[in-house]
């Protein structure tokens, strides 16, 4: 009878724990549950910023390229050079793989070359003002 009374008495004194226990379990579970999905918005979002930038120069240098065609002064060629180089690296840009170790180093050399050229062409590169997007592009 004394060891029936312990049992019960144990049940009792650690029902707490167990319940604390597997309230952590539930909450951890939980919380990874709502991290994973809060990761992917998030990834989504900046995934598509990038993407916005990324076209965004990209159109640049290619209205440059055609506006520039025509004009083979030396001035006209080193800028098609450095258009050609934006371009060049904007291709080589991994879009598909989100993973790669050099995304951050590509997409500041993209920025600086954008920058250069629109140092060469004599305009800003504050577009800030022109872009109809809800997030601002970075440049």
Known sequence: MDNVG?????????????YHIQGYHEGFDEGKRQGWHEGQNHGRIHGAKLSAEVSF?????????????????S??????????MLTGLIQTFPLED???K???????????????????L?????????????????F
């Open 6 to 18: 312990d049992d019960l008495f144990d049940t009792i004194f650690m029902a707490d724990d167990r």
């Open 57 to 73: 120069y990209s159109g640049f240098a290619v209205t440059w390229k055609y506006l520039l065609q025509n004009d083979m002064n």
């Open 75 to 84: 001035k006209a060629r080193k800028q098609m050079k450095l258009l050609e």
């Open 98 to 100: 989100p993973q790669h």
């Open 102 to 120: 050099n995304l951050q180093e590509n997409m500041e050399q993209i920025r600086a070359k954008f920058r250069q050229v629109c140092s060469l």
């Open 122 to 138: 004599h305009i800003s590169t504050d577009f800030h003002g022109y872009i109809n997007s809800p997030g601002q592009l970075s």
